[in-house]
């Protein structure tokens, strides 16, 4: 077709985002057969859970809390109380300035009981300002430890990434936890404190109270169990997005976007996902109001059942003129009071669902952090092998690495060749012990990684990944990734020298104190090749026994490639290196290459032996220099 048609043509509409939907045990929401007992006996462990985490943040905070919310309810308690007595003098008999004066002992108590509960009430508050940055600040962290401390192949799982972006909200829903349960706590003494007076001025008065307010409760438990089935399907869709949103948006991706001419697709297909989860929404919205209009009607129906039964108790003289009126005040505290536990309650087990999100992920990421052994790997590392090792990701039919055996020792560079997908990367990730064989042996000086304690192995490893990260750090964390050898720099230059980055870093703003990060006030970027320099550096500057370079040179200029493979030479006697590369002119440093393809080892041997033997890699290299 040539351009001419190709433009008088209609072009398709750009596709819509995929539809998700999960399957097995992680798509299935865990409150669809919940009843609503259970929902609400939810409430007392929340509540334990937490006062637990509140505990081990601030005690003493938590203990301020506590007093305040005894305080309070028995400032309600005292109000009541001498509202009746003020209530007794003020419609009682004499004149007025006598029931004035019988009342006022009374009405100063109760003035006074009301400042206390304002002064508990700021108090509560400052406790709860205490102990909400803490709880947050520990959910988080203990989240990001979860991600960071499993097992590498945990990533694969079905389920993973949607049950963290779940966990996720959970941490944001723990700022109104503490809020939550403090209200709550404080709505249900203040009741427990109206309704012992409602009580003592007439029995009926407290069940017809509760049959008031108990639908209302119905219908807030059920409009956050709605509210969770539609959180729970738009999981997978919110968290594509977040993705889509961070790759569209980031800095170091705009130029492919904009000169790709990606814009108007990107916004298309995030405004259509956005319309998406926002359909799930609305379609929700008709059954909480039903919900919410019926509970309404339900209760209002008792409330006025309350009222007229007041009427017709002071009516029939069944109960005396002020105590009627202390009554009216009593059940519009107690209403109050009921009404504030019924919306704290059910906002509380509204946040406890997201919490158990959380805590759910955390569990699964504990059961997922490694377990292997407590073996130490020693500081020399004279020879590592690989006995039949087979591994699997999660998920996939045919396994990446598919029974390969191989030695490495001191001294010596092993070189690993092969197309892509043919299982390079995966064959150092067992080396390094991220990933652990389904059958085989990685042995290390005779020590099985499976045995070994993980910080052990890492400690004696230094990785370049293909992709590597740009940190937001300065010049010398991106160096020293948070693990300085000496009080002085000087490590940190010489990590420099080796890979030709001296003049670049002098040349910052604050040279290693410089903050390597565009996005953020007085941070600067580096080119593709300098970064990759930068982590080649920090692995040369780990000086451990094993050192792993998987495409080291792939953004380099040919200058920096020299010097790079000329440090890697230079330093090979005191370890064991691992060079993997698809520039096979590179190779011929090493002492040994082996070349892989689906998984295996199909060639082995030094460079001028593979290239006469006519085999997978002379083909590659003829590939390569064809151009």
């Known amino acids: 077709m040539t351009d001419a048609s190709a433009e008088s043509s209609n072009p398709p509409p750009p596709p819509p985002p995929a539809t998700i939907a999960f399957e097995g045990k992680h798509g299935k929401n865990p409150l669809e057969e919940a009843s609503f007992t259970k929902m609400c006996g939810r409430l007392p462990s929340v509540l334990g859970h937490t006062a637990r985490m509140a505990w081990a943040v601030d005690r003493s905070a938590v203990v301020l809390l506590l007093v305040c919310q005894l305080l309070t309810g028995v400032a309600a308690g005292v109000v009541l109380a001498f509202t009746a007595q003020a209530m007794r003098h003020l419609l009682g008999t004499g004149t007025v300035s006598e029931r004035l004066h019988g009342a006022l002992p009374a009405l100063m108590v109760v003035t006074a009981a009301s400042a206390a509960a304002r002064v508990t009430s700021a108090l509560s508050s400052y406790a709860d300002g205490r102990i909400t940055p803490g709880l947050m600040s520990e959910a988080d962290t203990a989240l990001v430890a979860a991600v960071c401390r499993v097992e590498s192949s945990a990533y694969g799982e079905d389920g993973f990434a949607d049950r963290q972006e779940a966990a996720e909200v959970g941490v944001t829903r723990t700022r109104m936890m503490v809020s939550d349960a403090q209200r709550f706590m404080a709505s249900l003494i203040r009741m427990v404190a109206a309704g012992g007076v409602i009580t003592a001025l007439h029995w009926l008065m407290l069940p017809l109270l509760l049959l008031a307010v108990l639908p209302a409760g119905l219908g807030a438990v059920l409009c956050a169990r709605v509210d969770y089935e539609t959180h729970y399907a738009n999981v997978g869709d919110r968290n594509v997005r977040g993705m889509m949103r961070w790759w569209a948006t980031d800095p170091r991706h705009s130029d492919e976007v904009r000169a790709n001419g990606m814009t108007g697709y990107l916004i298309y297909w995030y405004r259509t996902l956005s319309r998406r989860i926002d359909e799930r929404t609305l379609t929700a919205a008709p059954r909480m109001l039903r919900i919410v209009l019926s509970t309404s009607a339900v209760g209002g129906l008792f409330l006025l059942a309350t009222w007229a039964t007041l009427a017709w108790l002071a009516g029939t003289g069944r109960v005396a003129l002020p105590i009627a009126a202390t009554a009216v005040v009593a059940v519009q505290t107690t209403l109050g009071a009921l009404s504030q536990l019924v919306v704290y309650g059910a906002a509380l087990f509204h946040t406890s669902l997201y919490l158990a999100d959380m805590r759910s992920f955390l569990d699964l990421a504990g059961k997922r952090a490694p377990r292997r052994g407590e ?82 192995v890492w400690a004696r490893a230094a990785l370049v990944p293909q992709n590597f990260a740009t940190w937001p750090l300065r010049a010398r964390e991106n160096i020293t990734l948070g693990q300085p050898r000496s009080w002085d720099d000087a490590p940190v230059w010489e990590a420099v020298d080796a890979v030709g980055m001296r003049g670049a870093i002098e040349r910052l703003p604050r040279q290693l104190d410089t903050l390597l990060a565009r996005e953020l006030f007085g941070g600067v970027e580096l080119s593709g090749g300098q970064w990759q320099r930068l982590a080649c550096g920090r692995a040369l500057y780990r000086r451990t026994p094993l050192l792993i370079l998987d495409e080291p040179t792939s953004q380099m200029d040919p200058r920096g490639e020299h010097q790079i493979f000329e440090r890697i030479k230079a330093i090979a006697a005191d370890r064991i290196t691992i060079v993997v590369t698809h520039r096979l002119e590179n190779t011929r440093v090493a002492d040994h290459i082996v070349v892989m393809e689906q998984g295996r080892i199909t060639e082995q041997g030094r460079y001028d032996d593979l290239v006469r033997a006519n085999g997978t890699f002379a083909e590659l290299l003829a590939l390569s220099q064809d151009r």
Do not use: H
């Open 375 to 456: 073996a130490v790997i020693p500081s020399r590392v004279d020879e590592i092998r690989l006995d039949e090792v087979v591994y699997r990701y999660p998920g996939k039919e045919e396994p990446a690495v598919a029974g390969v055996s191989l030695t490495l020792r001191r001294g010596k560079i092993l070189a690993v060749v092969g197309e892509n997908g043919s299982g390079k990367s995966t064959l150092t990730r067992l080396i390094t012990g991220i990933l652990l064989a389904d059958k085989g042996r990685v042995l290390w000086d005779g020590t099985d990684l499976a045995r070994a304690a993980p910080d052990s």
